[in-house]
C-alpha cells in the first residue's frame, strides 16, 4: 500500500511563499511520476503540476510562471515551490501518484493514490 504524506501547507499573504512537500512510502519512488492536484471550497479537483521520473514537469497555465515542481529521489519526496501567491491559489493541495501514468497524462480521475491533503490559505 503506497501512503503519501504532504506537507507544508498554512496562512500567507498574497505575494508570499510556500513550499509543500510529499513523502511517498513506495521503494520505486524513482520510477514514477508524480503530480500535484488542488482543490478549492466549492469547486472541483484540479491538476497544478507534474514530474516524471527523469524530471521533466509540465504545470497548469494558472502556476506555469509561479510554481515550480521538483523531486528529491533520495528522499522519496516530491516538492510544489509556490511564489507569488493569490486568494485564488487557496485550496486543498494533494500528492499523487499514478503507476501507468505520464506527466502528459495526469488527471484528476486518473490517479492511483492520493495523500490526504494540505490546507493553503492566501489571504488578501
Known sequence: QVQLVESGGGLVQAGGSLRLSCVASMRTFSNYAMGWFRQA?????EFVAAISWSGSTRRADSVKDRFTISRDNAKNTVYL???????????????????????ASMTPDGMDYWGKGTLVTVSS
Open 41 to 45: 471550497p466549492g469547486k472541483e479537483r
Open 81 to 103: 515551490q509556490m511564489n507569488s501567491l493569490k486568494p485564488e491559489d487557496t485550496a486543498v493541495y494533494y500528492c499523487a501518484y499514478d503507476a501507468g501514468g505520464t506527466i
